[in-house]
């Protein structure tokens, strides 16, 4: 049910890079791609991110999916000197895994090898970033693309999250979502691929990250300038600020399902917020643990749910705080009654030993996310894309321990007081009920707000 959504970096053709310590390189190719490289383990293997400004935010109207279907066009669509039949081999024999992923605003190229086949690695990288778009796969990649979207239509959980999130934002760029729509999808022809490769897929819109070990990085340095000073370089392009409608929504959507699944989302701020972590750790004093408000209140003390949670979705110029359960039918209006209970009583959930509490487990479990060395090149172009000049766990952490109790108190109430979009399937049409659950908890969450 935390299935929700979630990286590379850039490089300089010159000799001189940017900034240069014993483990780390960061510099920039002259047409504009920055990369990173780090050595971040022993363990003999190269991980890479290419992360790129191409995600389905900059779908045209009228081909939504079109970031989507040029994305997996890398993968299976052959390339200027080899067909993906080919490209295939290279890849099963030397043990290379690739994957290509397309979010709201990023493309990004995930690989890793043992670090005896870097050199492969990067050819094969840089290859995909030739494509051919031969038409019979082309053909293939847009069927793959539809079958994704009927597939997600036919989970509950979608229905539900991206109904709450479309009535909450405001615009189609980040309203519509990343996989497509099987209407437009079918009108995405050779040309329009083409055409968005061309314009988003420039060396000034790519980050490369690289992380590992049993490398040298003078050695990734060069690989980077043989196989990637090829990328044109364009007018760069950005993103746009994320935008919410301005009154409360409810949609409901009636299936024959023995339980209801909910969603519940908040305007709420994005990654170059300087509330960013003011809001990770009321997030998780809410709803990220067994020992969270949510979790105390509407999994063991009501028995209204066997997961409930919260988090909040960031983007880079603005983000979603979201609140997810699933619960039997007979229990949905209670649930969502108890919810909106705890989000008009919040400031009494916040204290010190709480603020304290989270901040020590946030800070505790990072690096249990780095053991990988591809989460940490993920990471590191995640940090090329907020402009932060340190390694980013130490980042983090600083910032993480500079929270306290008033700040996670004003991002709960800034969040709270917002918009509402709630998003349900479930047996029958609870709108108006639902309405009139959320209209008994205004007044308050307008006290809340003074």
């Excluded at 793959?144 to 979608?158: C, F, G, P, Q, T």
């Amino acid at each position: 049910m935390k299935k929700l959504f979630l990286l590379v970096i850039m490089f300089f053709v010159s000799s001189v890079a940017y900034a240069e310590t014993p483990h780390i390189l960061k510099s920039q190719l002259s047409n504009g791609l920055r990369y990173l490289v780090y050595k971040s383990s022993s363990v003999p293997v190269v991980a890479v991110d290419i992360k790129i400004k191409a995600g389905s935010y900059f779908d045209p109207p009228y081909r939504f999916g079109l970031a989507k279907v040029t994305a997996q066009c890398l993968e299976s669509c052959g390339t200027k000197d080899m067909s993906s039949d080919g490209m295939r081999k290279i890849i099963d024999k030397n043990g290379i895994k690739v994957s290509v992923r397309t979010s709201k605003e990023y493309t990004d190229i995930h690989a890793e090898s043992i670090s005896s086949q870097m050199k492969t690695l990067f050819y094969i990288l840089s290859q995909m970033l030739k494509p051919r778009f031969n038409k019979s796969d082309f053909e293939n990649v847009k069927r793959e693309a539809i079958h994704d979207v009927r597939s997600l239509k036919n989970s509950y959980d979608y229905t539900a999250i991206h109904s709450s999130f479309i009535n909450l934002i405001d615009g189609n760029n980040y309203s519509h979502s990343s996989v497509g729509n099987i209407k437009y999808i079918k009108k995405i022809a050779i040309k329009d691929v083409r055409s968005f490769y061309n314009r988003y897929y420039s060396a000034n819109n790519i980050i490369i990250s690289v992380a590992g070990g049993g490398f040298s990085i003078s050695s990734a340095d060069h690989y980077i300038k043989e196989y990637f000073s090829f990328l044109h370089k364009t007018d760069g392009v950005e993103l746009g600020k994320l935008k919410f409608n301005k009154v409360n929504r409810i949609t409901s959507t009636v299936k024959n399902v023995k339980q209801s699944y909910i969603y519940i989302s908040f305007p709420s701020v994005g990654l170059m917020s300087r509330y960013i972590y003011d809001v990770k750790v009321m997030s998780f004093i809410f709803g990220g643990g067994l020992q969270s408000v949510l979790s105390e209140d509407i999994r063991k003390k009501r028995g209204y749910a066997y997961s409930v949670f919260s988090l909040n979705y960031s983007l880079k110029n603005g983000g979603v705080f979201v609140i997810g359960l699933q619960t039997q039918n007979k229990y949905t209006l209670k649930a969502i009654d108890a919810i909106f209970y705890d989000i008009a009583n919040v400031e009494q959930f916040i204290n010190n030993h709480r603020v304290e509490l989270a901040k020590r487990f946030i800070i505790g479990s990072m690096p249990i996310g780095l053991q990988k060395s591809l989460s940490v090149a993920a990471k590191l172009s995640d940090m090329y894309t907020r402009n932060i000049d340190e390694l980013p766990w130490i980042y983090d952490e600083k910032h993480i321990q500079d929270v306290n109790f008033q700040d996670v108190k004003f991002i709960a109430q800034k969040i709270f007081t917002g918009n509402i979009s709630i998003g349900i399937v479930s047996n029958k049409d609870y709108t108006k009920d639902i309405n009139a659950i959320v209209k008994k908890y205004e007044k308050r969450l307008t006290v809340l707000h003074r």
